[in-house]
């Protein structure tokens, strides 16, 4: 039977390596956990989100799936805003795309994927709906990350507009939502220029 040993002994290394730079660590993160921020990024393997923005586990509280959707019937992806807003009174909330996102690449080819199909249903209706500027780019590869922003911008505006970002704002909670995209070939941040603080900002940027 193979036991993934490797991963075991790369465990080991690895908290061993934490407690030289803080013995105290894990007996601290223990007991509280208070992140500043909600990572709603995508499930892609080389997207990691504590790694890429050089947080320590305890900082950033992670919600992840399929091209980093936002569905107001997901229960789950809910579930992490209702306790990351309500509970840990996180005060940033970061939708985080990567160009090169096969999903996106799913949603727009005309074929069959099976399950995911469903679940890329959102991203695919999106296309269709910038389908005349998304043609207009000549580069397959650059279509594809264009989508990629649109589809992070479209799920920014599916978090503004759920219950739990908007009872926040209405208690007066100094909360944030962010749109951001990671370049997976240059391991870099892009901010997408699309943060909102308030229902006064989610309706001058025409969110509904």
């Not at 892609?44 to 989100?49: K, L, T």
């Not at 229960?75 to 306790?83: E, G, I």
């Not at 990351?84 to 090169?100: E, P, T, W």
Request: some cysteine.
């Amino acid at each position: 039977m193979d036991t993934l040993q490797s991963l075991f002994d790369n465990n080991r290394q690895w908290a061993k390596d934490i407690l030289k730079t803080d013995g105290d660590f894990f007996e601290k993160l223990s007991k509280q956990q208070s992140p500043k921020y909600l990572w709603i990024g995508c499930s892609d393997s080389r997207v990691p989100a504590n790694e890429i923005v050089g947080l320590l586990p305890g900082e950033l509280f992670v919600h992840r799936n399929v091209s980093n959707l936002v569905v107001h019937t997901d229960m789950n992806c809910l579930s992490v805003m209702q306790y990351a807003v309500s509970v840990l009174q996180v005060g940033h909330i970061i939708v985080c795309g990567h160009y090169g996102c096969g999903g996106v690449v799913a949603a727009m080819e005309e074929r069959r994927h099976g399950l995911i199909d469903n679940w890329l249903r959102n991203v695919r209706e999106t296309y269709f709906l910038y389908e005349k500027e998304l043609d207009a780019i000549q580069d397959a590869s650059k279509r594809v990350d264009r989508l990629c922003e649109i589809n992070v911008v479209n799920q920014v505006f599916n978090v503004c507009n759920t219950t739990v970002v908007q009872d926040a704002w209405d208690a007066g909670r100094d909360l944030t939502v962010h749109g951001w995209i990671y370049g997976i070939t240059d391991g870099l941040l892009r901010d997408l220029n699309v943060s909102v603080s308030s229902i006064a900002e989610m309706r001058q940027l025409g969110i509904k």
